[in-house]
């Protein structure tokens, strides 16, 4: 998958930026996420940085045909019709795991939302482990990592932090972005 991954990469103009940081357990997000298309070179990345890393997807997304795929590159199905506490579940995977990195979408949508989803916060703080700043910017055909954040608790402040770090990245769609 590593070289499959570099070739769509020289294909579609690609690259990467960033490292990965040299820590055990954390969660990354990727924002913006705007198009389907996020999901394909957001997989490719996966394999060019060698991560290893989990992330939760609409149980509907295991159906036949693309079912087996998603389980192979690390997806956990979430049945996002019952009263599930998400929350509660990750961190015990963090705390039964000794290496873990999970991967969210903020916005939890390809749509635009006026305010991010804030069970990655809750979960990283939880977790007592830190947020990795990920991005897709389809302008610049980047896929990077930026910044580690350890959440302080204060969720309006931390939650600018993030924000902040996005407002400048371009999705596919930009009209769908952080404002």
């Avoid at 990727?30 to 389907?36: E, G, L, M």
């Avoid at 989990?54 to 192979?72: D, I, V």
């Avoid at 809750?122 to 959440?151: H, M, Q, R």
Wanted: glycine content about 6%.
């Amino acid at each position: 998958m590593y070289y499959l991954s570099k070739f769509i990469f020289w294909i579609f103009g690609w690259k990467l930026k960033g490292e990965v940081p040299p820590l055990k357990k954390f969660v990354i997000i990727a924002a913006p996420h705007t198009s389907a298309w996020d999901v394909l070179f957001g997989i490719c990345a996966i394999y060019l940085f060698k991560m290893k890393l989990s992330f939760l997807a609409k149980q509907e997304a295991f159906n036949p045909p693309f079912g087996f795929l998603f389980r192979a590159v690390g997806a956990i199905p979430v049945d996002r019709s019952s009263k599930h506490n998400v929350v509660e579940q990750a961190t015990k995977m963090f705390e039964e795991k000794e290496n873990f990195i999970l991967a969210l979408s903020p916005e939890g949508t390809r749509e635009y939302v006026a305010k991010w989803k804030t069970g990655f916060y809750y979960i990283a703080l939880a977790a007592k482990v830190p947020v990795v700043l990920s991005y897709l910017d389809f302008e610049n055909k980047i896929v990077g990592i930026g910044s580690t954040i350890y959440p302080s608790g204060n969720l309006e402040k931390d939650m600018e932090l993030f924000l902040d770090f996005y407002r400048q990245i371009k999705g596919k769609h930009p009209d769908k972005g952080i404002r």
